[in-house]
């Protein structure tokens, strides 16, 4: 049974798992957002407390272009839902093509990961077009359905997403950002 003390850590130690520095765990620890305890002259954070930190620790936010992605794939997710199938097979035959063109890299990871989507449930593709997690933010930069959308369909929601960002301002979105269901 694990005692109390091998659930401390030290600053150096909660600092390599946050990916921080040292001082903004003591930081942290001195603005009482990060409970501690002293050991001397040292303090020692509680794991769990760290963890709880890092869990609610604001997300990053999505850029200008990642934000017009998320959009235009929103509206590739409503065209999937009228026709699964054929926008699927669609996306199948880009990511051949694409593969092809990208064997090694970044993005091939990327189509790789593309690849096991689409032999998901539709619903799991549809979680990742419409989400704004950072994870499939990037990975709808080597997006495979390109062709699902007419250019006059693109085009409407380019113009909705330059209007309603220039109108309300520019609304950041984070993967922690509440998405409406409808």
């Not at 959009?71 to 009228?82: D, K, T, V, Y």
């Amino acid at each position: 049974m694990a005692s109390a003390d091998e659930d401390l850590l030290t600053t150096g130690q909660a600092a390599r798992l946050l990916g921080s520095s040292r001082q903004h765990v003591v930081d942290l620890c001195a603005r009482g957002q990060l409970p501690h305890t002293s050991t001397g002259t040292h303090r020692r954070v509680r794991r769990s407390d760290l963890e709880r930190l890092a869990s609610t620790a604001r997300a990053p936010e999505l850029t200008r272009d990642q934000r017009r992605s998320l959009w235009l794939h929103r509206a590739i997710a409503g065209r999937i839902a009228e026709d699964p199938e054929r926008h699927i097979q669609t996306a199948r035959r880009n990511l051949a093509v694409m593969t092809a063109a990208h064997p090694r890299g970044r993005a091939a990871l990327q189509l790789l990961q593309w690849e096991t989507l689409l032999a998901s449930p539709v619903e799991a593709v549809l979680d990742v077009l419409c989400s704004p997690s950072p994870e499939s933010a990037d990975l709808r930069q080597n997006t495979p359905f390109a062709g699902i959308l007419t250019d006059p369909e693109r085009s409407t929601v380019l113009a909705a997403f330059r209007s309603a960002t220039r109108t309300r301002g520019s609304p950041r979105l984070s993967h922690t950002t509440p998405v409406p269901v409808y």
